[in-house]
């Protein structure tokens, strides 16, 4: 039975909850990601931001200033590296996510599902691009 682990990303693009969300966009343009893991010191997953994120503060005109911490989503979804492909497909079905943070026993990041990885794999491509 095909794992979370099997599937997932393990080099995630993280940062801390105090940069600016002026940067974030600027990771996620560099890296060509969608979304960046915010972590704390101990490496739990605090918040993720995504594309959609920063296009909802441009449209509302949030300075580009403004900590990270207070733009992320807050209560991010993960799910544990040992889950089941299908227990992930409905995680993100259900909560209408293209990012799946991954963690492990002691709730520590150690990878990320993203719909953008499942379509490379099925479609033999890949979107990732060398910065």
Known sequence: MLKVR???V?????AKEKI???MAIEILY????????????EGKCTGIFTERD???IIA????LNTPLKKVMTKNIITIWEGA????????ITTYGIR???VIDQKEKLVGILAIRSFLDELFGISTLKSS
């Open 6 to 8: 099997d599937m997932m």
């Open 10 to 14: 393990k080099n995630v693009v993280t």
């Open 20 to 22: 600016s969300v002026e």
């Open 30 to 41: 560099k890296k060509h990601v969608g979304s960046v893991v915010v972590t704390d010191d």
């Open 54 to 56: 920063a296009i909802r």
């Open 60 to 63: 509302q005109k949030i300075p």
């Open 84 to 91: 089941t492909f299908e227990e992930a497909r409905r995680h």
């Open 99 to 101: 990012h799946l943070p």
